[in-house]
């Protein structure tokens, strides 16, 4: 009977003991100490981010420590500590010294500086071969339709970089090889690249009775032209960064492989506002003004970058401002830098309505809502054109415009500008990487040419 009850005991103590550590778990200190992101971006003389929901007598009793020296500096009992060096350290925080209550893993980068950008740019982009984008069948002289590239396993997406072992890289190109080896009865060799994988494929050209020349069934195209808005300039390496996405084919969506390329500056001549449905866009041209103008080096996930032939000048700021990271980037009222008319840059109000760190894959880490009266009766919120707008909040560039909600065009996404700054080299801190969707720069060629 004894040895019953003492085993009755243990297991009401066992249970007991259970939802103690359950209610402990759940405990707004609990949850607070290990909500701590686990590895934390800081700007060298900014303090970690350490919001724990203690009590301040316990808050005194906290350890905080570094396993490196000097890294950290606290300025008084139960704060969180400045960092004071640029690296990556791994801090401990323990109760009483003694009891570990979690580990942080902390990257610190020095203060970024940059000239914010609004100001509208046509990009001019040269891809590393001809793009297929669809499907043309060829009518032969009996009338017959036919598809060799389609024989020939040829998709929309495909880059072909190669025809019968010279480079391509024009469609003007590309029409005359096919049509010289067609008139000579030769056979043609693709060399194609799909999914960074590189293949070749042979297939005949057939003569065309529509277009009078030899063809293989496919629409074609040899790079992108569009108007977008640039984002910043780092005075110090001369980079730029714009548009906040990837530039891809309009028909495929498959990014478009950079061979070069090239930025001017735009003029806006009018406003088709967005409304429900239907996306709104710039209606611009390039201007012959070399104010601004640069090369494009790479054609990345959160934007295109490249540096500019003159420093860039904007007439809202006197000086660079400093640039915000994600963790410091918050709810609430921000604005928008973007021209509306002719060149003028003018700032317009938004709120950010969500942060999103998760996101880091697609680009999409900020929800934003226009609420500037004037921008909305002039665009009806964010149009094609003004990806790439930057978003300035508390003086700091946190952010830049990237993506519409279809069915609101009040609202849409925006790219954190450290993302932005990590793929340019301009932050040495690990990423992720990945496509981005639907965008807002505006193509102006989206013309295709069969071949």
Not at 194 to 204: A, G, I
Not at 268 to 278: A, E, F, N, Y
Not at 421 to 436: A, D, H, I, M, Y
């Amino acid at each position: 009977m004894l040895r019953i009850e003492i085993a009755r005991i243990q297991r009401l103590g066992a249970i007991f003991f259970a939802i103690l550590l359950v209610f402990a778990c759940l405990s707004p200190v609990s949850r607070s100490i290990y909500g701590l992101q686990p590895r934390q971006h800081v700007l060298v003389g900014e303090s970690l981010d350490l919001s724990l929901n203690l009590p301040p007598s316990i808050s005194k009793s906290l350890i905080i420590q570094a396993d490196q020296p000097n890294v950290l500096k606290v300025v008084r009992p139960g704060t969180a500590p400045v960092v004071q060096s640029t690296g990556e350290f791994n801090v401990s925080i323990k109760l009483f010294g003694v009891i570990p209550l979690r580990h942080v893993t902390v990257t610190a980068v020095p203060e970024i500086k940059v000239v914010p950008g609004g100001q509208s740019i046509g990009v001019m982009l040269n891809s590393s071969g001809v793009m297929v984008v669809g499907e043309a069948p060829v009518f032969d002289q009996s009338g017959r339709e036919s598809s060799p590239a389609r024989r020939a396993g040829l998709a929309p997406g495909d880059l072909i970089t190669k025809i019968n072992g010279r480079s391509v890289s024009s469609e003007a190109q590309m029409r005359e090889s096919i049509e010289e080896l067609g008139r000579n009865q030769k056979p043609v060799v693709l060399t194609v690249k799909r999914n960074n994988k590189t293949f070749k494929t042979e297939l005949k050209p057939i003569f065309c009775q529509e277009t009078g020349r030899h063809r293989i069934g496919i629409m074609i195209r040899d790079g992108a032209a569009g108007v977008g808005t640039l984002t910043f300039y780092e005075p110090k390496s001369e980079c730029y960064g714009a548009l906040g996405h990837m530039i891809t084919d309009s028909q495929t969506m498959h990014p478009i492989e950079l061979s070069d390329g090239k930025i001017v500056l735009a003029e806006i001549q009018g406003i088709r506002p967005g409304r429900r449905g239907q996306p709104g866009e710039k209606l611009g041209s390039f201007a012959n003004d070399l104010m601004l103008s640069g090369n494009i080096k790479s054609n990345g996930t959160y934007g295109i970058f490249g540096a500019l032939d003159e420093p860039l000048k904007n007439p809202l700021f006197g000086r660079p401002i400093p640039v915000g990271l994600l963790h410091q980037t918050k709810v609430g009222p921000a604005k928008m830098l973007t021209v509306l008319d002719g060149q003028r840059v003018e700032s317009f109000d938004l709120v950010i309505e969500k942060v999103r760190p998760e996101s880091v894959h697609d680009g999409k880490g900020l929800v934003i809502r226009i609420v500037d009266q004037r921008l909305l009766e002039k665009s009806g919120g964010i149009i094609q054109g003004m990806s790439g707008s930057p978003i300035i909040q508390n003086g700091y560039l946190i952010g830049a415009v990237t993506h519409v909600f279809v069915n609101n065009p009040a609202r849409g996404y925006g790219v954190p500008v450290e993302w932005m700054l990590r793929e340019c080299g301009l932050l040495s801190v690990p990423n992720k990487t990945g496509n981005v969707g639907q965008s807002t720069i505006n193509l102006l060629n989206p013309c295709r040419i069969v071949a």
